[in-house]
């Protein structure tokens, strides 16, 4: 079992930055693929970023590639999403996700566990 918290939302203008943060509870977390998903009021939720268990591979949406990075520490157990030159189009509620199994997040777009989610909003 896998309990994941967010924090890091906000609000910021086009073109800054923000770090998403996800806490994840048990002591199982470095074995688990972490990754990010984003759903904008109206849309589907969709895959943004993901992270190996052993950090080693990331993936990223196209949509995203170069301007977010996402990182874990798993003496910590959290995982982070920096994200830099925002845009608009970047306003969702960002959600944090976990599973043993990387492609159940890369590929099937859903993996087992998933935080409450926190707001990005960002102005023009």
């Known amino acids: 079992q896998v309990t994941l918290v967010e924090s890091g939302g906000g609000l910021v203008q086009a073109g800054g930055s923000l770090r998403l943060s996800c806490a994840a509870s048990?002591?199982?977390?470095?074995?688990?693929?972490m990754g990010w998903f984003r759903q904008a009021p109206g849309k589907e939720r969709e895959f943004v970023a993901a992270i190996s268990w052993s950090g080693g591979s990331t993936f990223y949406a196209d949509s995203v590639r170069g301007r977010f990075t996402i990182s874990r520490d798993n003496a910590k157990n959290t995982v982070h999403l920096q994200m830099q030159t925002l845009k608009p189009e970047d306003t969702a509620v960002y959600y944090c996700?976990?599973?043993?199994?990387?492609?159940?997040?890369?590929?099937?777009?859903?993996?087992?566990?998933w935080g409450q989610g926190t707001q990005v909003t960002v102005s023009s």
């Open positions: 048990g002591r199982t977390f470095r074995y688990y693929a």
């Open positions: 996700n976990a599973d043993p199994d990387i492609n159940a997040i890369t590929t099937s777009g859903s993996g087992d566990y």
